[in-house]
Each structure stands twice: as structure tokens, then as C-alpha cells.
């Protein structure tokens, strides 16, 4: 993961090592060694792979404007989004949050959301099919005295639910009853649910003491579907109630697409963003810096 890019541009690695600097040893190893080299089971931990994607996410995007010889400043945007932690990526791009403070929110944010993840066995389910109403009705007929809401709205068809591990099994069951096929997902505990409170208050903390400023172009928020509006502190507010709430990312796109107009890109790592995009509107065109292009 990054590997590509650092080797490709000189401004993608020194991004990368800015992120090595931050950190200091990290899991007994460089943040880049394991992006590059991992292993995958260090790296699949959230407190490990919240900072190993912001950092890969900004080194593309400064390896793409620097291999088409652009400076910062020369960047035209029109508007950025991410999805749950990509929002502070998006955040950081539109000058609201410092790369330094960026990273050390992101690498808070996943230690908390493991350490939540720890304190209560709990997961997430993708409900392929599904529509927010049937998520919703999974969900109550599956809660019981337990947590279990709807996560994340990601596109027509594509709904996450979280909740305690005894819910969320219930809900499996549930769901293949209503004719909808449900999918465990291979993540550390329940997000964007209650059960994250913990972090949230952690989170809070840490952001009255980072420099939050206005963004220079519209950024999307995941709680609310819309752009940011209020200033630093509603952006503060809606970043700690974001692991709480569902993500609704499919009305982040649907603004996107209907107010935006120019070149659309994601960065890395993956090509996630892309899919669920064309899940949304097929006639929507994103490219990806996963790799750098010719």
C-alpha cells in the first residue's frame, strides 16, 4: 500500500516519511514498512490502519500533483468527501486540519475505536439489497435487549448494520428470512453505533486541542449528508458525533454528483469509492490513484 507512489514521486515519499516522523516506531515497525510490507494482520487493525490510510491517501494525492508538476496552491478544488475516516483526509486537503493534526487525530481515533471494539464484542453486517427501511427493520426485529443500528447508507442496495455480536448474529439469521443476503464484515467491533461512545469522548478531547479552520472549498459531512456549514466548532461536533451516527454516503454522492462538476478522483488506497459510486449513477466517471497513471 503506497509502495507505488513513493517510489514514483519524491513528494509521495516525503509524505510518507513526515507520517514515519509523527508516529515514531510504530508497532515495532515504520507506519510505511507496514504499508509496504505489512504483515497484513498488524495492518488490518484499526488503530494500525486508520493512519496507514490517511497518510497513503495524501501521498497520492501529493504524488499525483506532483507528477503533473502542480503545487498545492495550483490545485482548483472544487470539493472533497471521504467516507468515515476519509473525511479527515477531505478535511486536510481543503486546509481545515494540518497533515500533523490530521494524523494524530486519525491514529487517536483508532486506538479508542480498538480499544471500544475490545471492551464489547461486537461487529458489523452488510445487508446486500436492502434498503434503508428493511435495514431498519432488520434491525428491530434483531436487537433484542442488545445494541444493533443501521452504520452506513454506501449506495442503492448497500446497507451496514452494527451492534453487539449476539445482535448482529440474529440479524444474519433475520435478514436470509426477508430474502436479503447478509455479510459479516471482518472489522474489529461496531462503528458507527453507540457502542464507539467511548471513543467519541476520547475523540472530543483531543479535537478541543487541534486547530480547526474554515475549509477553503465545500467538504462533505458523513452525519449530516451534506457539506460542512457552522464553522470549526460544528466541524468538530459533527467529527465526534461521525462514530456514532451512520455514514450516509450515498447522500454525500448524490450532492456530489448533482453540484460538482470537473474531475473526480479518488485516492488511495483501493478503488472502493469508485464502485459504490457507479452503484449510485453508472454514468458517473471517477478515476483512482491507487497507482500513479501514465
Known sequence: MGRAWAAASPAARACLDEADDILGPFHGARLS???????????????????????????SW??????????????QLGGCSGL?????????????????DALGLVSLRGRAMQQAAEATPSGMVALIGATPEQASEVCEAARGEDVLVCANFNAPGQVVIS??????????????TRGLRAQALAV????????????AAQLRAALSRVEVREPKCPVMSNVTGKAHEGGPEAIRARLVEQLT???????????MISGWTGEFLELAPGRTLAGMLKRIDRAFKVSSLDVPQE
Open 33 to 59: 514498512t507496514l504499508c509496504f510490507e505489512g504483515p497484513a494482520e498488524t495492518l488490518n487493525r484499526t488503530d494500525v490502519s486508520q493512519p496507514a490510510i490517511f497518510a497513503c491517501s495524501v501521498a
Open 62 to 75: 501529493r504524488g499525483m500533483l506532483d507528477t503533473r508538476s502542480l503545487a498545492p496552491s495550483d490545485a
Open 84 to 100: 468515515s475516516l476519509g473525511e479527515y483526509t477531505a478535511l486536510h486537503l481543503a486546509g481545515s486540519i494540518s497533515f500533523g
Open 163 to 176: 451492534g453487539s455480536k449476539a445482535a448482529c448474529a440474529r440479524a444474519e439469521a433475520v435478514a436470509g
Open 188 to 199: 474489529a467491533g461496531a462503528f458507527h453505533s453507540p457502542i464507539m461512545a467511548p471513543a
Open 245 to 255: 451516527s451512520p455514514v450516509r454516503w450515498e447522500a454525500n454522492c448524490r450532492a
